[in-house]
Nanobody, 131 residues
Framework: VQAQVESGGGSVQAGGSLRLSCVASGSTQRSQKCTAWFRQRPGNDREAVAALYTTDDGRTIFSRLSDSVKGRFTISQDSVEDTVYLQMNSLKSEDTAMYYC???????????????????WGQGTQVTVSS
């Protein structure tokens, strides 16, 4: 069963940067997949931040960012390392949340924002931005 392991969270001042990493574990076979980043603030629902849908050889089929992070965050993949990154720049206090990596075999415009699209989730990594 494939799962994800997130890393890269931490504490940073407003305006700073962090890079989150998501590494798939439990499978040695590369496949077409959709990797998404969600975040959850205390007392709030889980919110989709970004998604990247790639072929088994790492070509991008689909990539999206939520409006709240456009221009500040980017999502990318290192196909050799089979790792998906969320580069977060110009961080704001409202970006403070637990960030989760999620995986599914497919995503598109109709479903990338929906938690139920994804069958495998990581344990989360905390991002704290102080103003």
């Amino acid at each position: 069963v494939q799962a994800q392991v997130e890393s890269g969270g931490g504490s940073v001042q407003a305006g700073g940067s962090l890079r989150l990493s998501c590494v798939a574990s439990g499978s040695t076979q590369r496949s077409q997949k959709c990797t998404a980043w969600f975040r959850q603030r205390p007392g709030n629902d889980r919110e989709a931040v970004a998604a990247l849908y790639t072929t088994d050889d790492g070509r991008t089929i689909f990539s999206r960012l939520s409006d709240s992070v456009k221009g500040r965050f980017t999502i990318s993949q290192d196909s050799v390392e089979d790792t998906v990154y969320l580069q977060m720049n110009s961080l704001k206090s409202e970006d403070t949340a637990m960030y989760y990596c999620a995986l599914n075999g497919y995503c598109g415009m109709a479903n990338w924002r929906l938690s139920r699209t994804y069958g495998a989730w990581g344990q989360g990594t905390q991002v704290t931005v102080s103003s």
